[in-house]
């Protein structure tokens, strides 16, 4: 009896239903497990959610964002045609807000986005990425899709900087170090003082400094990228101007390192939308300091709330806090049924216990020590 295709690859161990393969280091990768609240917030009207699972503003972005694209929609916006590919607008914008020359920023779709670039344009196989952890995850995917080898450095305290283990650390193979400023979730801080030297003592390596939450920390080495071609910035519009939606972002670099960014750079990858929100949010930028203030008020004052509670919290400078429970998911379980989401950070590395809470406005977190304490009181922990 003849036998089937399927059949006779089964029996010599080919695959019977062949299909193109990705090279081996892409299969090694696994996809990044996206665990949001949105379906849940989405299934449940009955009350007010309380997103505090990423980071996002808690409120919405200035109006001038609304009136902008409402004026662009109203006014026979050209959908057909592709957006401005140089982001002239926004890039002029970006230049007085951050302080650095155009030929010095690249406009992305997200930070995700250039931390992707910067993979793409440094790193080839065999290339030692050195990352100091817990951090953010999703830039370890970027790495490892280059085929280069992430390094991932432990301090004993995840919430303190070691200069001297970065240093110990870095070798001949080391060709990039990924710093968070202020860090997601511990919410450490590299100093300027600490980057400048870092940046001088080696050349070789790229430094990129992920200041995704800079607007609320006040603080930046975005003025280095001037001096060095050997650091980049990532900042992003997802968290203090409220347009994660939008997803814009962009790198900031020496013009030596944005010449090599151009190359891989795709000019399309922000849509017209996203340029005109953007715009429209640095153009008000008291509207921005007034979000800014308010969440470092309730920081402040939740903070010491949980504190009196006798619940261990670490601040930070950015908009979330951690805190450290018996049992987390107990604590995430028990804000879930008053419609508030957090993050149970628990697995990540020296984080045992641990819960990220986005803080947002005074009165929201008001509202939401008010639920913990009824949680914690329940569980018997204070
Ligand atoms: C440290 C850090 N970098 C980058 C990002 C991604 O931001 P974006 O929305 O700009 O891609 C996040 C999002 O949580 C983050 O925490």
């Not at 790198?251 to 005109?276: D, E, I, M, Y």
């Not at 619940?311 to 950015?318: K, T, W």
Request: hydrophobic letters at 40%; one cysteine or more.
């Amino acid at each position: 009896m003849a036998l089937s295709w399927r059949n006779f690859a089964s029996r010599i161990g080919m695959d019977p239903e062949p299909h193109p393969r990705p090279p081996a280091h892409v299969l090694r990768l696994q996809p990044y497990r996206c665990v949001s609240s949105l379906k849940q917030i989405e299934d449940r009207t009955d009350t007010e959610p309380y997103k505090l699972d990423w980071n996002e503003s808690t409120v919405a972005p200035s109006p001038r964002v609304e009136e902008a694209l409402t004026h662009v929609l109203s006014n026979g916006a050209k959908l057909n045609w592709y957006p401005d590919l140089a982001a002239e607008d926004l890039t002029a914008a970006l230049e007085s807000y951050t302080g650095v020359p155009r030929d010095s920023l690249i406009v992305t779709n997200g930070s995700d986005d250039a931390l992707l670039l910067l993979c793409r344009t440094y790193l080839r196989s065999g290339n030692e990425v050195l990352v100091p952890v817990p951090t953010y995850t999703h830039f370890l995917v970027h790495v490892g899709a280059q085929n280069a080898r992430v390094v991932e450095l432990r301090n004993p305290n995840p919430f303190a900087t070691d200069l001297n283990r970065l240093e110990r650390a870095i070798t001949g193979k080391t060709k990039m170090v990924y710093l968070v400023s202020p860090n997601n979730p511990t919410g450490t801080m590299w100093t300027s003082r600490q980057i400048d030297y870092l940046c001088s003592s080696y050349p070789n390596v790229m430094f990129v400094v992920d200041e995704a939450y800079h607007e609320f920390s006040g603080q930046s080495v975005i003025h280095l990228t001037q001096t060095y071609s050997n650091l980049a910035v990532t900042r992003t519009f997802s968290k203090a101007f409220g347009l994660a939606a939008f997803r814009v972002g962009y790198v900031a670099a020496h013009p030596r390192a944005c010449g090599h960014l151009w190359r891989l750079h795709n000019p399309k990858s922000v849509n017209t939308f996203g340029q005109l929100a953007a715009t429209a949010a640095v153009h008000d930028l008291p509207y921005l300091e007034s979000y800014v203030e308010e969440v470092r008020a309730a920081r402040t004052e939740f903070v010491s709330r949980v504190r009196e509670l006798g619940l261990e919290i670490f601040d930070s400078v950015a908009n979330f806090v951690v805190l450290r429970v018996p049992q987390p998911h107990r604590l995430t379980d028990g804000l879930e049924k008053h419609n508030i989401y957090i993050r149970d950070r628990s697995t990540m590395p020296g984080m045992a216990g641990c819960v990220r809470i986005t803080v947002g406005t005074r009165e929201q977190m008001d509202h939401v020590f008010g639920c913990i304490k009824q949680v914690v009181t329940e569980q018997g922990w204070v």
